[in-house]
């Protein structure tokens, strides 16, 4: 019989790659604790997070002709590149949870679901409800649009009458054109949706590699011995988008700002630098309370530890909810 990969477990379930941190079994999860500390928050949105509706609908036909990265919220990007334009993990519903259940968004998507562009490449990390939302995959206006994502999650897309949907295994890669292939790689991660699926299904991060650039879409991850193989197989990467919000559960787990299945800012800059990324955008953090670190803090610690991990400012990128970037500005490319 052939040898099964590391992360194939023989009950059918998966597991992160070798080496990776493990969580502490001695930590219990309190939604009491979680809610009395999450009340303690200020929800002061700065005006300047979030771009105005119609400068979003302007740059949105002013950029149709060009490539771009916009941000729509959390870890929801549009990224057009030549006639090809992907989306990312797209939530537009007003809570991460099921039914009416989950943290409710504090910041609106930058576009509404009737308004995005045609997108012809939707891309799926893993089946958090933050990031696997039914309703936009039951909504979703471009159901002929290429779906990747992790094995075992084609179901929730082919009964929803998607006509191309590709299940990927890590390090299986799809040729979408000429110009553009798409690699499915390990995260440091986990999965789950009820209470009877963990770990039954995949997670991961996608290289997405247009003519000579390399970006690569890392959400949501943990630090983990990984990303320096992966920067030596694949890198330097371009451009990495890498999550920044989420890392502080304390005092339910016994450290601050630390999260075995996301970077805090400091982290996700040395996943960055492991990868040999000439920049960095942080993504996952204004949008959904997942943690109990001040809501505005993440881009702050981002820009301010860049430096520390062979990054200049500039290249540790943060955008805003809305924010139109063209992709040759973003990359210093003539």
């Known amino acids: 019989m052939e040898k099964k990969p590391y992360h194939h477990l023989p009950d059918g379930t998966f597991r992160n790659p070798e080496g990776s941190p493990k969580p502490d079994p001695n930590v219990k999860w309190s939604f009491k604790i979680f809610n009395r500390e999450k009340k303690k928050l200020d929800m002061t949105v700065p005006k300047e997070h979030v771009i105005e509706r119609e400068k979003v609908l302007t740059d949105l036909k002013k950029f149709q002709k060009d490539d771009y990265v916009a941000w ?21 519903s007003k809570n991460a949870g099921p039914l009416i259940f989950g943290p409710k968004r504090f910041t609106e998507p930058a576009l509404k679901l009737n308004e995005i562009p045609q997108t012809d490449i939707f891309l799926l990390t893993h089946n958090h409800y933050d990031h696997q939302d039914m309703m936009t995959i039951r909504r979703f206006p471009f159901k002929n649009s290429k779906v990747l994502l992790p094995l075992k ?35 440091v991660h986990w999965s789950k949706r009820s209470l009877t699926d963990t770990n039954k299904t995949l997670w991961g991060n996608f290289l997405i590699e247009y003519k000579d650039i390399k970006l690569l879409f890392g959400c949501d991850t943990g630090v983990g011995n990984i990303y320096k193989d992966i920067g030596n197989k694949y890198g330097p990467i371009d451009l990495t988008f890498i999550n920044i919000g989420a890392y502080n559960f304390y005092p339910i787990m016994p450290y601050k700002d630390k999260s075995v299945y996301h970077t805090n800012p400091e982290e996700a800059l ?16 204004g949008t959904f309370i997942l943690s109990l670190e001040p809501i505005m803090e993440p881009p702050v610690r981002f820009k301010a530890g860049a430096e520390k991990y062979g990054f200049k400012k500039e290249d540790a990128i943060i955008y805003k909810i809305g924010e139109f970037g063209s992709l040759k500005k973003l990359l210093d490319y003539n």
């Open 72 to 92: 729509i919220g959390h870890a929801t990007f549009l990224i057009k590149l030549g006639e090809t334009t992907i989306i990312t993990d797209p939530v537009f």
């Open 153 to 187: 999650l084609g179901k929730y897309f082919t009964r929803n009458s998607y006509s191309d949907v590709n299940e990927m295994d890590w390090y299986d890669k799809i040729e979408i054109n000429k110009n553009l292939k798409i690699t499915f790689l390990p995260a």
């Open 270 to 285: 040395e996943v960055a630098k492991n990868l040999k990324s000439k920049k960095v955008i942080g993504m996952h953090w």
